[in-house]
């Protein structure tokens, strides 16, 4: 209980700038538990130069292992994102007993089994809200209240970038280039938006929660990931005739013993919740044995909310250290022992909504029916719009549920056909509430 | 750190046989994290009839003081209900030491400050998860997560009964009454209904959020609250025209210093997220300063998620006891020591859609909007329905902004007039996402 708990703190971008200055100056509601003591001992960062933070003399350095080897520092937050060295400065942290609070969604997606174990054996604790969900407590969520009930299934809306540009391709009818450009302009998308746009980000989020939900151990690189990239204005209309929106979701469920995990624009009903979550703002829908559905709705992102996302875990660290109560809660976090499988993605079974072009000619409707029959996929409606001014007209079609296999295989077939022109639109549909 | 602790409960009836079930069997997922052995001691009801569990020989007894003076008991969890003997019960069980576990909305709502206060003298604790929301953990949220930020606002969708027959109102066009009936067939409302249909239960459960959120100690019976009785399928159809969405709100916000809290039906938005919690769901819309506009969902109510919420209270305290750390946290549950000032009902500062039988004359509309002018309410919108058989047709005012003091004002006025027949109905607006 004797002097304060020392902070380290490893990486000065803005989220690093607003937890120094939460820190320092201590005035956010934070801190208005009893948490005891707590003193920013050290900042390190590769680039000294101003921030526009008014950081007590000497506190910050170039040299990391200054904070990560510091024998009086108990908790290092690592702020640098991405994989290495950020690997590194967590794993040498953890080895020098330190508490670990993070915000790196990359890092656990990948090494979660590596850092977890590793702060297991050393008795060390790493907390890690700020990794997913941004402001929404879905982390505690998942590891306290709904960790009393087994879990069946996640669906996230966990990028508020893509959200943001669904929006508002729905309500101004607009292009995905001409709103990924707006997004980029009011400052909802970066520069270089992969990451974002191909759902990587929503991916990693994922894993992350699969570990907490089903004690699943998954890579990135073996779970289906599909991004936005490729989602049109019909799409988005041809959906709202239907009563769908088009969202990218991250989903992860229980199946007979195995999971079933993915990211991808999925069709959901219009009138759901999940449906009506819009602009930046994220979504996580948990459906659990004891409890059924649940959801939970907020900010994705930010500067002030992710800083203070990071804040509370330090706080909560503290004040465990000063009441002696046992910090180290990372055993649930390590893989189950019996590992989990994912189900491949073969044998997803889906509805889907296909669009194609094709040549208005009588017969071309028997042709691709007949061509879907045949894969073993029965069709619920079809959407044929009346002459264009062009030689060709969108085709719609609604599938009941099939196989991956079977789509496949019948997409690759579709393809070679003459009457197709183009290339063939291909959206997942799910039932949500 | 020696032995188990002990859980005494009293109250045997549907939830606490769940909870009687979840502590004797321990096949709950809520048992998964290490909280250390908990045993259930001892279970007191006044009436000793079988309820279809096993329980060991001579747990059951009629006297209650076996439970809530036994000194190896360390955890009392009270199921009986209501006022008293509720919070005698809960009175003798702090003075004895034990922490509590309770569901009990009617007692924390009314005698919450008193109960605190007792706990944090006697350093106890009392968890009450239970008491608000049903499964969603909108309590641990308040008191931690969300405890980072202050608070601005909450609207809740807190009872399922009355979010049920209103919902099924929208959806089948059917009468409060038929609905009602509907209700109580399924189970959904009890045979006597008014706690629920009154708002009298929202408003309980809005007074425990006002104390988490705003520090309030506030007193049920000052509360604005009206109930969903008047409501008829005539004014969820003009809703509907008018793009918004009838739900019994609860609401409780920050204002200059002071709370407004109210329990009402109001108008909100359909296309936002709270206007498409249906059923028997609950929700809570929390907005923020660090974090904006955060959502919380789920069931409201249920033996299985209430007893399992119950058991994770206890849960969360034998965890505590086992590993040393502090239990008491009801400091910041006791009121503010400025004390927090409620705004009173006649200062609200709302829309207000109007809907009055006005014979079908010329000039009606022209003397009614006088009247709105000269109590200083302007109008927004106005739709008169076409000639109806009979002699009377519907007339509907949305207003702007108006105090209520003016807007009741002008409703007593308008009830005056020869030309009104039969009740003015008045539903408030609120533009919440």
Redesign the interface.
């Known amino acids: 209980m004797a002097g304060s708990v020392q902070v380290g703190l490893v990486g000065l971008g803005t989220i690093g700038v607003g937890v120094a200055r939460l820190l320092l100056e201590k005035r956010?509601?934070?801190f208005?538990?009893?948490c005891g003591p707590v003193s920013l001992k050290r900042i390190a960062d590769k680039d000294l130069s101003d921030r526009g933070i008014d950081l007590p003399s000497g506190i910050l350095t170039e040299d990391v292992s200054a904070v990560l080897e510091e024998p009086e520092i108990d908790i290092v937050v690592e702020l640098v994102g991405g994989i290495e060295p950020a690997r590194t400065f967590v794993l040498t942290a953890i080895e020098h007993g330190k508490h670990v609070v993070t915000a790196n969604k990359a890092l656990l997606s990948a090494h979660g089994e590596e850092i977890f174990r590793a702060a297991q054996k050393r008795g060390v604790d790493v907390l890690f809200?700020a990794a997913v969900g941004g402001?929404?407590?879905i982390i505690?969520?998942l590891r306290?209240?709904?960790?009393?009930?087994?879990i069946r299934s996640i669906y996230g809306i966990l990028n508020g970038t893509t959200n943001y540009i669904l929006t508002r391709m729905t309500d101004d009818g607009a292009s995905y280039d001409a709103m990924l450009r707006a997004a980029q302009q009011l400052g909802f998308a970066e520069r270089n938006p992969v990451a974002d746009v191909s759902g990587k980000d929503s991916l990693q989020k994922l894993v992350i929660l699969a570990r907490l939900a089903f004690g699943a151990s998954l890579s990135p690189e073996d779970v289906l990931c599909e991004g936005i990239e490729r989602i049109t204005p019909m799409d988005i209309s041809f959906a709202q005739e239907l009563g769908y929106r088009i969202k990218l979701l991250a989903i992860a469920k229980e199946r007979e013993g195995r999971i079933e995990a993915r990211v991808h624009p999925a069709m959901i009903p219009l009138?759901?919740?999940m449906a009506?979550?819009k602009f930046e703002?994220n979504?996580i829908e948990v459906v659990g044995?004891?409890?059924?559905?649940?959801?939970?709705?907020?900010?994705g992102a930010?500067q002030?909310?992710t800083a203070?996302?990071v804040?509370?875990d330090v706080?909560d660290l503290a004040s465990?250290i000063h009441?002696?109560?046992?910090t180290c809660r990372v055993?649930?976090l390590l893989a189950s022992a019996s590992g989990v499988q994912l189900v491949p993605a073969e044998e997803l079974f889906l509805r889907h909504y296909v669009r194609l072009e094709v040549f208005d000619r009588a017969g071309v409707l028997a042709d691709i029916a007949r061509l879907f029959a045949e894969e073993n996929i029965s069709i619920e409606s079809v959407i044929q719009k009346g002459r264009a001014a062009s030689d060709t007209v969108p085709l719609v079609i609604m599938t009941h549920e099939a196989s991956e296999a079977s789509i496949e295989r019948a997409l690759r077939r579709l393809s070679t056909l003459n009457v197709v022109r183009g290339p063939i639109q291909r959206i997942r549909v799910e039932e949500l509430e």
Chains 1, 2 share one sequence.
């Open positions: 956010s509601k934070v208005a538990g009893d809200e402001s929404i407590p505690r969520a306290e209240s709904l960790g009393t009930s087994a009138s759901g919740l009506n979550v703002y979504a044995e004891e409890f059924g559905t649940q959801v939970f709705y907020g900010k930010g002030r909310p203070t996302v804040v509370s706080i465990r009441s002696g109560a046992p055993a649930p």
